[in-house]
């Protein structure tokens, strides 16, 4: 299914940028709803749970076309509801084939406007803050997880191991995999200096990590 309009007008004849995004959103909310079966009513209800009320008329105004304005605020609380994010509302993949990223920009496929929004698509003359820090936080993470569980699983099959064979074959994977956990391990601290040194806040550590870094004693913070 592909929302059809804008896309086959000639070059000349294009809507402004906030138009086409607006009914990115729009067409996208439309047919989320009726995906769900949910009268605009009961988006509206589930609005106004969320803690940010939409009211129904406005709702229905957007998916017609008739509102003019759509805070960020609407879209976020306008995506949870739908219990979707926010970027699949603006650039909804598979359902509208082109948009543009910027004003008086040429089309392009939404999956690379998407991919531009957030940071995917790299442009070395666009400051991209910590997130490339950030992707490496949270592959690093999960490196030291798995590393340490296959490590504690070749332990266990070495300890059970019916020959000696087997044993010393269990032993060199939990060697292995508890050196792979320890590289990233080091890696990954490193990496949280570095966030530290730029004068930002490093991602909070996995429950599961806790013990690669001294956490702060909260009786020595109260007393200083």
């Known amino acids: 299914m592909t929302q059809h309009g804008f896309d086959d007008e ?84 598979g359902y509208v084939e082109q948009t543009q990223e910027l004003p008086f920009r040429s089309l392009i496929p939404t999956w690379d406007a998407m991919r531009k929004f957030t940071g995917e698509e790299k442009d070395y003359e666009t400051d991209s803050g910590l997130m490339p820090e950030f992707n490496l936080h949270a592959s690093l993470t999960r490196t030291v997880i798995a590393a340490r569980r296959e490590a504690e699983s070749a332990a266990f099959d070495a300890e059970t191991a019916a020959t000696s064979g087997q044993r010393e074959e269990a032993e060199r994977k939990a060697a292995e995999y508890a050196q792979r956990a320890e590289e990233a391990k080091r890696r990954l601290l490193n990496l949280r200096d570095d966030i530290r040194e730029e004068g930002a806040t490093p991602p909070e550590l996995s429950p599961w990590l806790e013990d690669i870094e001294p956490q702060p004693d909260p009786d020595q913070e109260e007393d200083a």
């Open 10 to 93: 000639e070059d000349d004849d294009f809507p402004e940028w906030v138009d086409r995004i607006r009914n990115n959103v729009a067409g996208e909310v439309r047919r989320r709803r009726k995906e769900r079966r949910w009268s605009a009513q009961r988006l509206a209800d589930r609005c106004e749970e969320l803690g940010h009320p939409i009211p129904r008329n406005v709702i229905a105004n957007l998916e017609s076309g008739r509102r003019a304005n759509l805070p960020l605020v609407d879209v976020m609380v306008l995506a949870a509801a739908l219990e979707t994010y926010p970027i699949c509302l603006i650039f909804p993949l």
